[in-house]
């Protein structure tokens, strides 16, 4: 694609919606996505109502036009009479608050007076009220990327739509278990002008929403939807981006597909549209207008000063710190992605005989090589990494055993230190004395490997070469 997006005038916005953890929006339900058979299915169909301007928004009637009835899965033990609309809402989750508000103030954003809820008009089935509850919590933020400032109108919480299981001509299917989880939607005004820079913009606002605790983890847990015009057109929306490196070329494609409208002589209509798996995009639904908006009676104003929310800090600035301690970049970088700077920091200053750098490798590297190396899948506990680190610190195993005692805990679930103690100077010393006596005549170098595999994890290694010097 041509890179002369600034005489085709594209001005682009990003939409980010991220799911949070812990207990729905509304109700007490988990956040937990289930895909396995469902203990019943409930029958639906939905009409589009006007609202607060007495119109009938043309998304909404798009959706009806098609007639169709919808299927919603529901498991007994993790969907309740809210999520199916049989219930009023419950009051609001007081931790989703709390996270959006920590997310507003990462950018800059004021925070409103009062949160009010609004009801959304949505009949295409995705939740069962006809409607997705959604709040403004902040306003008129802004966030840097690679030096320019771009603005963030809008902080928002909602409500998550259910899973789509099938679409058929007469009804389509959906899964309940998502419907409900919290969603931080962050909207960037239409500041960003090239496709790289919508990219950037979208991988600043994804590490600043991973800064704060209670974050969902994985592939659906967090999207991208990208607004985008060139001169003298419509806006088009373009939804479903799971990946972010994949903006640039979806938009460029999208531009392509516009100018061979024009081109052609054909009318461009502001639509909602779908980034597919070839980067292309197609045809969801005509743009949404005001008049999917109205107020949500059924839950109480919500006053932010109310609710006690703690400064967090970007990961970026945790790496930053983690960095002074003696890590490499990419080290340091990897270990704040994963929420484990504070715990390397907390780790360095009790146990000051280990290296930092080897407290944030084994925490962030050493389990990825054993399950690479020897197919072991381990998860230690920050409480198992604080046995093992104070071990180490006392001279009771040896830094060369921490692998082995990891694979251990692996494969058995326990740790277990005792086959792994660090001889005494003494013993040592009269094992590597019987290691070169039994190996007279052999060079120095193969000495020295003979002891390491025989003493490896219950000696030191400095001390080993140390002895076999003074003995050989």
């Not at 498991?75 to 309740?80: A, I, L, N, V």
């Not at 990961?315 to 490499?328: D, H, Q, S, T, V």
């Not at 326990?414 to 290691?435: H, N, P, Q, T, W």
């Amino acid at each position: 694609m041509a890179s002369d997006y600034g005489g085709l005038g594209l001005r682009m916005g990003i939409e980010i919606h991220q799911q949070l953890e812990g207990k729905k929006l509304f109700c007490n339900c988990p956040t937990i996505i289930r895909k396995d058979k469902p203990d019943f299915v409930v029958k639906r169909e939905l009409r589009a109502a006007a609202g607060e301007t007495g119109e009938i928004d043309i998304a909404a009637a798009h959706e009806q036009s098609k007639a169709k009835h919808f299927l919603y899965q529901g498991y007994k033990d993790d969907t309740c009479l809210v999520e199916l609309d049989e219930e009023p809402p419950h009051p609001v989750n007081r931790e989703a608050l709390k996270v959006s508000l920590q997310i507003a103030g990462l950018l800059n954003a004021k925070i409103v007076d009062s949160i009010q809820f609004m009801r959304k008009t949505v009949v295409d089935g995705s939740n069962t009220s006809g409607f997705q509850r959604t709040a403004l919590v902040a306003r008129d933020g802004h966030v840097d990327v690679n030096g320019k400032k771009i603005s963030i109108p809008t902080v928002c919480l909602e409500e998550e739509a259910c899973q789509v299981i099938e679409r058929t001509k007469e009804y389509d299917s959906y899964n309940l278990s998502r419907l409900g989880i919290p969603l931080i939607e962050i909207a960037t005004g239409p500041d960003i002008e090239t496709p790289e820079e919508c990219r950037d913009a979208a991988a600043k606002l994804g590490m600043i929403l991973r800064s704060v605790p209670g974050m969902k983890r994985g592939i659906g847990t967090i999207r991208q939807d990208v607004n985008m015009s060139i001169k003298g057109q419509p806006r088009v929306e373009i939804k479903g981006f799971q990946e972010y490196k994949s903006i640039p070329t979806v938009i460029d494609n999208e531009i392509r597909r516009q100018l061979e409208e024009i081109k052609k002589g054909k009318k461009l209509n502001p639509e909602v549209r779908k980034a597919e798996d070839d980067f292309t995009t197609t045809f969801l639904r005509p743009m949404p207008g005001a008049a999917r908006m109205y107020p949500e009676t059924d839950i109480p104003l919500v006053k932010p000063m109310e609710i006690k929310a703690e400064k967090v800090e970007l990961i970026e600035e945790k790496a930053e710190k983690i960095k002074r301690l003696g890590l490499g970049n990419d080290l340091a970088n990897a270990t704040a992605k994963i929420g484990k700077a504070d715990l390397v920091l907390g780790f360095s200053e009790r146990f000051s005989n280990v290296k930092p750098a080897f407290i944030a490798e084994t925490i962030v590297s050493t389990p990825i090589t054993i399950k690479r190396k020897d197919n072991v899948d381990v998860d230690p506990s920050d409480h198992d990494l604080e046995a093992i680190f104070s071990e180490l610190n006392n001279g009771k195993i040896a830094k060369d055993s921490v692998y082995n005692i990891l694979t251990d805990l692996g494969r058995t679930g326990k740790l277990d230190f005792g086959k792994y103690k660090m001889m005494s100077d003494k013993e040592l010393e009269a094992e590597v004395r019987r290691i070169v006596s039994e190996n007279k005549g052999k060079p120095e170098s193969m000495l020295i490997g003979i002891a390491m595999g025989k003493l490896k994890g219950k000696a030191d290694s400095r001390k080993v070469i140390e002895i076999i010097k003074k003995t050989n």
